[in-house]
């Protein structure tokens, strides 16, 4: 019959090892063992719902568009819940991007500033990269116009937006002018 507490002081040497390992067995799978109870399940899926919700739900994303529901202005809105890691470099790519585009354009505007002062007025209007400049400038001003327009409109619903010269047909433009 094995001891409790042995010290495996057999006569043979590896007769005290497996004497242990099998009390070792035994505390795990034996009669004294961990039972698979209601209160042990219940714990089990509780924490398994806890874990599955946190990974699964975003629940910043539903934060901020809760917040724009509720009429925050995205600065408050950055101000309440800060930027992501992600979300700062991609803004910092942007930012770069931009200023990049503007040299390019204050460049050519300048190269277009000296020709004009020389009295060289050249073909060059037509030229792809002028073309490519001016819409690039055009965006800018029109994402510009815009954000001011929805401001506009949060702010005073009964604001009606102009025509734009672009939008204007060739007949009120000539009534303008």
């Known amino acids: ?40 399940v219940l714990l089990f899926l509780t924490a398994f719902f806890i874990v599955r919700n946190f990974l699964r739900n975003d629940y910043r994303r539903e934060e901020i568009h809760y917040l724009r529901e509720s009429g925050m202005s995205e600065e408050q809105i950055e101000r ?20 990049e585009k503007m040299k390019k354009d204050i460049a050519y505007l300048l190269n277009e500033v000296a ?23 055009d965006m800018v001003h029109e994402r510009k116009r815009h954000d001011r327009e929805e401001q506009l409109l949060k702010e005073h619903p009964d604001f009606k937006p102009g025509k734009r010269l672009k939008d204007m047909t060739e007949e009120e433009l000539k009534a303008i002018k």
Do not use: C
Request: charged share 30%.
């Open 80 to 99: 309440y819940i800060p930027k992501t890691a992600e979300e700062r470099k991609k803004y910092v790519q942007d930012k770069a991007n931009d200023v």
């Open 115 to 137: 020709e004009l002062k020389a009295g060289g007025v050249t073909n060059e209007h037509d030229s792809d990269e002028r073309k490519e400049v001016l819409k690039s400038m």
């Open 1 to 40: 019959m094995p001891r409790l507490g042995g010290t495996g002081t057999s006569s043979s040497p590896g007769r005290g090892r497996s004497h242990h390992s099998s009390h070792i067995l035994q505390q795990w799978f034996g009669p004294s063992a961990p039972r698979i109870n209601l209160r042990n």
